[in-house]
């Protein structure tokens, strides 16, 4: 229950006063909105995450609000107001709408969402809408207190009927009803307790937290996106390893990346090896340490790096093996991790450049030990930037993180070894063209040397060719002819 990395508890007196300045300072554009509906007989307040960020002290560019109003009647009401406006999900009460900056000043976008409240049938991984008529009853279906507070338009009135201040203080999530009808109304409001506990580094209220490890099955019924897009913005949160230890000792990671607690089951009682989940936990943290600012190569927040990172030794229980020197090995276990990983990436239905890119770096995770016991030719440093392609500095950082050993000369070793590999690399690029490797003569040269039509024999010519580059790095055009139809009087 308690956080990695626990939000530090606020001033419920500072919160009082930045409530006061987000009211003082309202933009008037908003204020005229909330005159509008009120004017045609209806309720309008700004919610949820927008309340909640400006309490902290951060900048919300959404602004999310709830109604009274019918959708049909939003929608009237938007058309006069904005410069544009659009159906998000009318099926759902939200509608959207712009109106220009003026000035100089910023477009403003709003979603305005009909008071409501969502239930899950049991069969069923699809929300039923029940539209509601009160603001209370609005945010009592809200996940957890902190998003359920308010401000009414346009009056300006405070709203927190269930005490999301004093939540907030303390960096507690709890939810406003009990938290099993709560998560039974939508089991996915469980996953958006390790999200939030990610996002702000908060902990997660006992009784709620009791009832995700009693009711973590529910979360089957919820369809794989929603719960991908949950985990997407945990992983790329601000304390990722907080969410996922709620998702672990819950039990929900069980039902959604059980790949993660899975590499308990690959500790070892009698220390002959490190414990692979923590292990992993520290991995994740020292390759977010490892990502750039927005103009370096691996910029945070690096979803890619990130999921390598917790997927990386996921082969390990599969191929754990005591071996009759009293030690213990893992042979093969970054292949055995990498089809695991796109196997589950691929239930999670994530788009197939993610599942390439963060399977490839998890096969290629090893692939780096062994360089400080011997060096390398340029060979092998050629064809290691190759099969790292496009992830070459994320497969840096990977590496460069999966060091967690106490051991602080072994510890120096590894680091002085890399450091090394990355000063031969970009040696190499100053001779020569290793980020994008080609033979030293393409197809239609291949054919026309060798008098051949288009066919399999090109391929293997040109597979030749691209082994030689590799082995030898670039060679003119001339001695690639030689060699090539050298090659070709062996091959026939």
Known sequence: MTSHNPAPRLDRDLLLRRVTAVLEHMNPTVIELGELFHAAGHELAIVGGPVRDALLGRTSHDLDFATSASPDETEALLRTWGDSHWDIGKEFGTIGAMRHGVNGSDDIVVEITTYRTDKYDPTSRKPLVAFGDTLDGDLSRRDFTVNAMAIR???????????????????????????????????????????FAAQLGFTVEPDAFAAIAAMAGRISIVSAERVRDELTKLMLSAHPVTGLEVLVNTGLAHHVIPEVPGMKEASDEHNRHKDVYAHTMTVIQQAIDLETGPDGPVPAPDLVLRFAALMHDVGKPATRKFEPNGTVSFHHHELVGAKMTAKRLRALRFDKDTIKSVSRLVELHLRFHGYGEGAWTDSAVRRYVTDAGPHLERLHRLTRADCTTRNKNKARRLSRAYDDLEQRIVALREQEEIDAIRPDLNGEQIMDILGIAPGREVGLAYKYLLELRMDEGPLDEDTAKERLLQWWAQHN
């Open 153 to 195: 338009l346009p009056e300006l009135t405070f709203a927190d009927p269930f005490d999301g201040l004093n939540d907030l203080s303390h960096g507690l999530l709890r939810t406003p009803i009990r938290p099993e009808q709560s998560f039974d109304d939508d089991p996915l409001r469980m996953m958006r307790a390790a999200r």
